[in-house]
């Protein structure tokens, strides 16, 4: 069969027409198809990639989920007795709990749940311990009895607080809505210039902190970031700083200095001064006049007492006046020593450092009521503990100021930007404003 050139040019035509409307109408159905679809696959891909619902990394789709707060003389076996789990199997959580948490440390007024299967809720699949609000303990109830800890999710936002002080630091910081823990914070930084009983009327603070969040409720303060703090008219800064991020950090004022002394300033983060170094003192107890070669400080029994620097535990002893006491010997110049206490907490040749709990404040030996009594030799001669001058630590090495300076500049800006008014200052502002917004 032979084609002329005119019926090859028709053919071609119309095979061409034909190609263009299968794949012109094919489009239609290419493009349809995932409209149709998509709903369908949006749908299947929401309930695949919707998040179940979870407590403590527990899905509770198939409990019911109770919490409560231990109350006073209960118990983890009385508590899940109450939920079908018999002694036997409460025997073998308690064994299975002792590398993970010790259940007599379970305290009252702290928070339990307890998932219970939905169709039979007097029965218990797991048990909830919280210690604290991050920290959780779970108690797997199920066949195979498991025990193991687990952490809920920690937020951390830097946060400040500027604040005059008219009655006391933690008054204060109450009042500004900070954590009152920052009190024991700023002792721990300033301890060795500042006695935090004996703060006066005009002294004032700034602070930058890290507050921690779980499920969005403050729970905690982390670690100062900077400060400033001032007192009796002279302001002591402190810029926390980590030489190696694998190490602690440690605090410096502006220059690089680091801020902590040889020796803390009392042997209590929290004390007063009930009576000073004197060559003269009526006795409380003899009724003579005596020298009072040291400084006692008040405080309620059983306050901590923490060794003021770093050495050796040369003498933990009872005598009939010095009741219980400990003697630190720091180097060859400078030794210490802590009297009347209810308990001591160190043993003799144990060396300690500055900040460690050595004893607890009674009122031991000739005492008439609970504090501690601190003397202070310099080159074996008793001297006045608050009349010494110690000089700094050692400073931040040369190669690391660059980078500190960096992050001071910073820091002294935030610092700068805070105003440490009082509450009745902010009470007075926030009336003045009530009173413009009624006006306008």
């Given at each position: ?40 696959d949006?749908?299947?891909q929401?309930?695949v ?6 407590q ?17 003389n209960?118990?983890l ?39 219970t ?87 004032w ?22 400060a ?46 009930t ?40 003498e ?125």
């Amino acid at each position: 069969m032979k084609f002329n050139k005119y019926t090859l040019k028709i053919l071609v035509v119309l095979l061409f027409i034909l190609g263009s409307g299968i794949v012109f109408f094919s489009g239609f159905e290419i493009n349809r198809a995932p409209q149709q679809l998509s709903t369908k696959d949006l749908r299947t891909q929401e309930k695949v990639s919707a998040p179940l619902p979870k407590q403590f990394d527990l899905r509770v789709d198939s409990f019911e989920v109770h919490t409560y707060q231990v109350e006073r003389n209960q118990f983890l076996s009385n508590i899940l007795s109450a939920y079908q789990v018999d002694p036997t199997t409460i025997s073998k959580l308690v064994d299975k709990s002792r590398p993970v948490f010790n259940v007599r440390k379970i305290s009252a007024g702290n928070p339990y749940t307890i998932f219970t299967y939905k169709n039979d809720p007097q029965k218990a699949a797991y048990f909830i311990y919280q210690p604290n609000p991050i920290d959780y303990i779970v108690y797997d109830l199920r066949d195979t009895l498991n025990v193991y800890a687990g952490k809920k999710d920690v937020s951390v936002k830097v946060e400040t607080v500027a604040s005059d002080i008219n009655h006391s630091l933690y008054e204060a910081l109450q009042r500004k809505g900070a954590d009152p823990q920052l009190a024991i914070k700023l002792a721990e930084i300033y301890g060795w210039a500042i006695d935090f009983y004996n703060i006066g009327e005009n002294d004032w603070f700034k602070i930058q902190y890290e507050r921690q969040y779980v499920d969005d409720k403050p729970v905690d303060a982390g670690h100062i970031v900077s400060a400033v703090f001032s007192h009796k008219g002279k302001e002591l800064s402190a810029f926390y700083f980590e030489t190696d991020s694998t190490a602690k950090g440690e605090y410096y004022d502006e220059e690089g200095n680091s801020v902590r002394r040889a020796f803390l300033k009392a042997p209590l983060k929290f004390s007063r001064i009930t009576s000073r170094y004197t060559n003269r003192r009526l006795h409380p107890v003899q009724k003579v006049w005596k020298a009072h070669l040291g400084t006692d400080y008040a405080a309620p029994r059983g306050t901590p007492i923490i060794a003021t620097g770093n050495g050796v535990v040369t003498e933990s002893a009872f005598s009939k006046f010095n009741g219980n006491y400990v003697k630190v010997k720091h180097n060859g110049t400078y030794t210490t020593q802590y009297l009347h206490m209810s308990k001591r907490a160190v043993r003799p040749g144990q060396r300690v450092q500055q900040g460690q709990v050595i004893g607890y404040v009674g009122s031991t030996g000739l005492a008439t009521g609970p504090h501690v009594c601190y003397r202070f030799w310099k080159n074996g001669k008793q001297v006045d503990a608050l009349k010494q001058n110690f000089r700094e630590s050692t400073p931040l090495p040369a190669k690391f100021l660059t980078a500190f300076k960096t992050v001071v500049l910073k820091e002294q800006e935030v610092l700068a930007s805070l105003i440490p008014s009082t509450g009745d200052e902010l009470a007075a502002s926030n009336e003045l404003d009530d009173r413009e917004g009624k006006t306008l």
